[in-house]
């Protein structure tokens, strides 16, 4: 299957881990796939800061469920919770 990654970029000053946790608690599952940029694992070992919107980019990058088999009906309830937890409205 091509899709493999749904990534949502999580600018929010509340940060991608509210988001998660919210998500959670609604039964979907969510992932971080890279959370450190390349120029900050061992084999570069550059510096913090050298790059910012790939640190940035590593902060804030959520991943949501994406599947051969995945339902309108589950895509539409994921959309849904991410909606309203973006509008404040997480009820």
């Keep these: 299957h091509t899709y493999h990654i749904f990534a949502i970029r999580v600018q929010d000053p509340r940060g991608r881990a509210f ?3 919210y998500l959670h ?3 979907i599952q969510t992932a971080v796939r890279y ?3 390349c120029h900050l694992q061992l084999p570069m070992q550059g ?3 050298s790059f910012p919107e790939a640190e940035a ?3 804030e990058v ?3 469920p994406v599947y051969e ?3 309108d009906d589950a895509v539409e309830y994921v959309a849904e919770h991410v909606n309203r937890w973006a509008k404040g409205r997480m009820s």
Excluded: S
């Design 25 to 27: 608690g609604q039964g």
């Design 69 to 71: 088999t995945m339902t």
């Design 19 to 21: 988001l998660a946790a």
């Design 57 to 59: 980019w590593c902060r």
């Design 35 to 37: 959370p450190v940029p």
């Design 62 to 64: 959520l991943n949501l």
């Design 47 to 49: 510096k913090h800061g």
